[in-house]
């Protein structure tokens, strides 16, 4: 058994002979009794799926939206932000490797207790689930969406992803989502196989599907020599032009951690990628770098809409077209 850890029935999940298999992610673990899928987190305990992390928080913080990243939706305004342990991906460069990728000390939290505590901050616009892959904590995370926005139609669910997740359990979840950060690590299956140990089509089905049932952006990481040739930069913008150019795109810099010492993406590189990007996409933004502007320009008009500093926004707008030529500027305040 599990140690002392408090375990919760899985959804998503069928018996076979002496197996299990998982049906949450792409994966489809099959687990051996008292095993573990590749999450770390769902378990196989004598013929019924487990999950360990069922409100165990390892990290909580009200942070500025802008931080998730989210550009476009509520600016200017805090979130309480929660993260678990375990993924489903074994990024080399993994920013949170010591809560995704180990079993980190955590503090359990009733999905009561969290929309309680939701309640009490101020400017507050309801909760982020982050820091760790969201999709994993499936069942903690249903449960507290679907009692918010039931209780509280106007606060807000957003989850932080990497977007590998099974179209049924991402069905079901969506309803009760209000925005999505999407991590598209790169447009190469190789480099997801080898790099991330996944594959690439579940990602850019789940943004697909997300684009239809919510607001989202996207978030790539460039890592030097691996993903942030124009090519792919290119390929990147075009698949999402296609779907919305409104949709923003985060072009993040790389800096060596966890098990990659590649040395960091090169800013020229960031900033000419955006401006390739820039071409299929009418917002583009650089993360990580100092000194780059951040902020919001009507796509029309180029008229100010949104002054970002660091984390902070200063809002020129009071509705979701432009001041200054009417343009629909897609940005939910």
């Given at each position: 058994m599990v140690g002392e850890t408090l375990?919760?029935?899985?959804?998503?999940?069928?018996?076979?002979?002496?197996?299990?298999?998982?049906?949450?992610?792409?994966?489809?673990c099959r687990i051996a009794n008292q095993q573990f899928g590749i999450c770390s987190v769902r378990t196989n305990q004598e013929g019924t799926l487990k999950t360990i992390n069922y409100g165990e928080i390892t990290a909580i913080a009200n942070d500025p939206i802008e931080k998730k990243p989210l550009y476009h939706f509520k600016p200017g305004k805090t979130i309480l932000s929660v993260g678990s342990f375990g993924c489903n991906f074994s990024c080399a460069f993994c920013q949170n490797y010591s809560i995704a990728q180990y079993r980190a000390s955590s503090q359990y939290q009733s999905s009561d207790e969290l929309i309680e505590k939701c309640?009490?901050?101020?400017?507050?616009?309801?909760?982020?689930?982050?820091?760790?892959?969201?999709?994993?904590?499936?069942?903690?995370?249903?449960?507290?969406?679907?009692k918010l926005k039931e209780r509280y139609p106007d606060l807000q669910i957003v989850l932080v992803t990497n977007g590998y997740i099974e179209s049924e359990p991402l069905a079901k979840l969506l309803p009760y989502v209000d925005a999505m950060n999407i991590d598209l690590k790169s447009f190469q299956q190789d480099y997801y196989k080898k790099i991330c140990k996944g594959n690439i089509e579940p990602v850019l089905k789940t943004i697909e599907e997300a684009n239809k049932k919510?607001?989202?952006?996207?978030?790539?990481?460039?890592?030097?020599?691996?993903?942030?040739?124009?090519?792919?930069?290119?390929?990147?913008?075009?698949?999402?032009?296609n779907l919305d150019k409104s949709i923003p795109l985060h072009l993040s810099r790389y800096f060596p951690t966890y098990k990659m010492d590649r040395p960091a993406t090169e800013i020229g590189i960031m900033l000419d990628r955006k401006e390739l990007a820039n071409r299929y996409l009418?917002?583009?933004?650089?993360?990580?770098?100092?000194?780059?502007?951040?902020?919001t320009y009507c796509p029309e008009c180029r008229n100010l809409l949104i002054q970002r500093n660091d984390?902070?926004?200063?809002?020129?707008?009071?509705?979701?077209?432009?001041?200054?030529?009417?343009?629909?500027?897609k940005i939910l305040l």
């Open positions: 375990l919760k029935d899985a959804l998503f999940y069928e018996k076979d002979r002496e197996k299990i298999e998982c049906f949450l992610c792409p994966h489809h309640l009490d901050l101020d400017e507050n616009v309801g909760i982020a689930f982050t820091y760790n892959e969201p999709s994993i904590w499936y069942e903690y995370v249903y449960e507290t969406s679907k919510c607001h989202i952006e996207v978030t790539t990481l460039l890592v030097n020599g691996l993903n942030d040739s124009r090519e792919e930069v290119e390929k990147i913008a075009s698949f999402l032009g009418h917002y583009v933004y650089v993360g990580n770098v100092a000194h780059v502007d951040k902020s984390f902070t926004s200063k809002i020129y707008i009071n509705s979701n077209v432009c001041s200054k030529c009417g343009s629909n500027i």
